[in-house]
């Protein structure tokens, strides 16, 4: 069964610094995709960055990117210039190449301090 | 604006009742839907995958007699926790895709609290 790892309950950044967190995952398949989602206290999901698993470049959106190392199963996501409202529970997820369903890290706490 | 809408937001029900939660898909049409559930602080569990026009595909280890889903419309899919009790207290959230290939954006309702006194 697939499953996602998430280590780090919590983590902190100063604003403006870079803050990575980081996220593994098992599968047996070879094509997948990634995710990394924003949930601040308001609940709302919402997407950070996609990752196709067939692309060896890295995804990278703005202040965000990600290390995809497909042979290792990591994903990691690495904030730059943190702000303030970054601060949130950051989800890694998984979902299968034909399916939206998609499987869950136990997530990180981001704390950003001015 | 929000792409996908949840209905109510929160809701307050007595033991033993049952409860309906909304998902919409505003200006699309979703295919499937799917359900989840989020405990505080946890991760969200996958509880059910909904069709559209048919039946809905529970994961294992949730009971399909409780959550009932209807998926009547290409925008509207319904969960119905019946007879809730008190651990079924929890925030449930939708997710639909947009777009007709699997792996474009899934969006996410606002999620719906229930608290069952």
């Known amino acids: 069964a697939q499953t996602v790892t998430q280590s780090q309950p919590e983590m902190s950044v100063q604003e403006a610094e870079t803050v990575t967190l980081s996220c593994t995952y098992d599968t047996s398949e070879s094509d997948y995709y990634l995710f990394w989602y924003k949930q601040p206290p308001s609940r709302q999901m919402i997407l950070v960055i996609r990752q196709e698993a067939y692309k060896q470049q890295n995804a990278t959106e703005n202040r965000f990117s990600v290390n995809f190392q497909k042979a290792a199963k990591s994903f990691s996501l690495k904030i730059s210039d943190s702000q303030l409202g970054d601060a949130a529970m950051y989800f890694c997820a998984y979902s299968f190449y034909n399916t939206d369903k998609l499987i869950f890290g136990t997530g990180t706490r981001l704390q950003v301090f001015p | 604006g929000a792409v996908v809408s949840q209905h109510p937001s929160r809701v307050i029900c007595k033991s033993g009742t049952s409860v309906k939660i909304e998902c919409r898909s505003l200006?699309?049409?979703?295919?499937?839907m799917f359900w989840y559930r989020q405990f505080p602080k946890q991760s969200l569990m996958l509880m059910a995958t909904?069709?559209?026009?048919?039946?809905?595909?529970?994961e294992q280890g949730v009971e399909k007699d409780k959550f009932l889903i209807n998926h009547a419309s290409l925008t509207l899919s319904t969960l119905t926790v019946t007879s809730a009790h008190p651990e079924d207290s929890s925030f449930y959230i939708c997710s639909a895709r947009l777009g007709g290939s699997s792996g474009n954006t899934i969006y996410f309702g606002e999620g719906s609290w229930l608290t069952v006194v």
């Open positions: 200006d699309f049409q979703a295919t499937t």
């Open positions: 909904s069709n559209e026009g048919s039946k809905a595909t529970y």
